[in-house]
């Protein structure tokens, strides 16, 4: 693969998904690249801020701003992409848009966000909490799996909370989320 900035940013904006995805990592590893990314982040067309996003995330150390900034984006896509990286490079800084996005009613875009708070850990845990106050159905099973997973002890009363729903999927979780903080059958409750 050439390392001509100029070559890779082509196939980067060529339409073409393979020849794209074949580029990204030397992109990625280019000192020249951040620039270019910044342009494409700006850009109108979602194809080309979503590769951006793409290749942010497949570096080291992306700037982070632009990962967060990206959650906002207007493309669904792009914002999936952004939590997506987020995920593997988690901040604090992204919380509270991936809070926003884990009561999307996209599905995908909800469970990503999930898992990028997942990732983020602890300092999620006061938003996750607040959140499962207003929250819909869906959106709270997604908040219950990433306070299971998180497992901080402060998740305790809100998953035995969840345990009590007629809802298997938050049963489930909560059940992870408590055996992961070494609570056993200790929630079961005799008949």
Known sequence: MADNLQDLLAALASGDDDRAEAVVPHLAAHPGAIPALEAYLRSPESD???????????????????????????????????????????????????????????????????SALIAIGAPAIPGLLDLLETASHASCVEIIRALANIGDPRAIPALMQAMEQDSPAMHYWAEQGLDRLGLGMVYIKPE
């Open 48 to 114: 080309l801020r979503w590769w951006a996003i793409r290749t942010l995330a497949q570096m080291d150390a992306p700037p982070q701003d632009w990962l967060v900034s990206a959650l906002g984006d207007d493309s669904e896509e792009v914002r999936q992409c952004a939590t997506l990286a987020l995920a593997h490079h988690p901040i604090e800084a992204a919380i509270p848009g991936l809070l926003r996005l884990v009561t999307d009613p996209e599905t995908v875009t909800a469970n990503l966000a999930a």
